[in-house]
């Protein structure tokens, strides 16, 4: 446990070297999936009443969303945009992103009355900063300006999945 609250600190702090040993540590794997479960239980709590959505779904949508992010940064970064040494598998991207996760804990917060919308967005975007820094580790890039687009690109298809699903359920909900 101690471990795994360590590496949660350090991956906030934004430190390399706790990307680096996440990455190497196959063992992590299981820790980085339960950062992810903690902060969607985070987002949860902390955007209640934000959505007109249930919370089964807004817990179940902040672990796929993780999901599709990684995934179309998996494409991005090792298949589309790769740099010379890039030498990743999905295990090392998993632990790394699942670690950039975090920050989300303190989205917790977001149930702070006026002010919780701020920390949402300040916490989303240290996220963020923190997925650039696991996708740079974890993609052995030498560019942080890569990483950062490889980043953008995932959460693009990330929002993009998101928009047809809302659209298929509004056209659902419709008929």
Same mark, same amino acid.
């Given at each position: 446990m101690t471990s795994l609250i360590r590496r949660m600190i350090g991956a906030a702090k934004l430190n390399p070297a706790t990307y680096?040993?996440?990455e190497a540590d196959r063992g992590a794997t299981a820790q980085a999936f339960v950062?992810?479960?903690?902060?969607?239980?985070?987002?949860?709590? +902390? #955007? *209640?009443?934000?959505? #007109?959505? !249930?919370?089964?779904?807004?817990? $179940?949508? %902040?672990?796929?969303? @993780?999901?599709?992010?990684? *995934?179309?940064i998996w494409i991005a970064g090792v298949k589309l945009f790769p740099e010379p040494q890039t030498q990743s598998n999905p295990g090392e991207l998993f632990r790394t992103t699942g670690f950039a996760a975090s920050p989300g804990v303190l989205r917790v917060l977001g149930v702070l009355p006026m002010v919780g @919308?701020?920390?949402?967005?300040?916490?989303? $975007? @240290?996220?963020?900063?923190?997925?650039? $820094?696991?996708?740079?580790?974890?993609? #052995?890039?030498? !560019?942080? %300006?890569?990483? =950062?687009?490889? !980043? =953008?690109?995932? *959460?693009? +298809?990330?929002?993009?999945?998101?928009?047809?699903? @809302?659209?298929?359920?509004?056209?659902?909900?419709?008929?």
């Open positions: 680096e040993e996440v950062v992810v479960f903690l902060t969607a239980i985070a987002i949860t709590i +902390g #955007d *209640f009443g934000a959505w #007109d959505i !249930s919370l089964l779904e807004r817990f $179940l949508g %902040g672990i796929v969303g @993780w999901a599709i992010w990684v *995934f179309f @919308w701020l920390v949402a967005i300040v916490v989303w $975007l @240290w996220t963020l900063a923190a997925m650039v $820094l696991a996708v740079r580790q974890a993609l #052995d890039y030498k !560019s942080t %300006g890569r990483a =950062v687009v490889v !980043s =953008v690109i995932g *959460f693009g +298809g990330q929002l993009l999945v998101v928009w047809v699903e @809302w659209l298929i359920l509004r056209a659902a909900t419709a008929a």
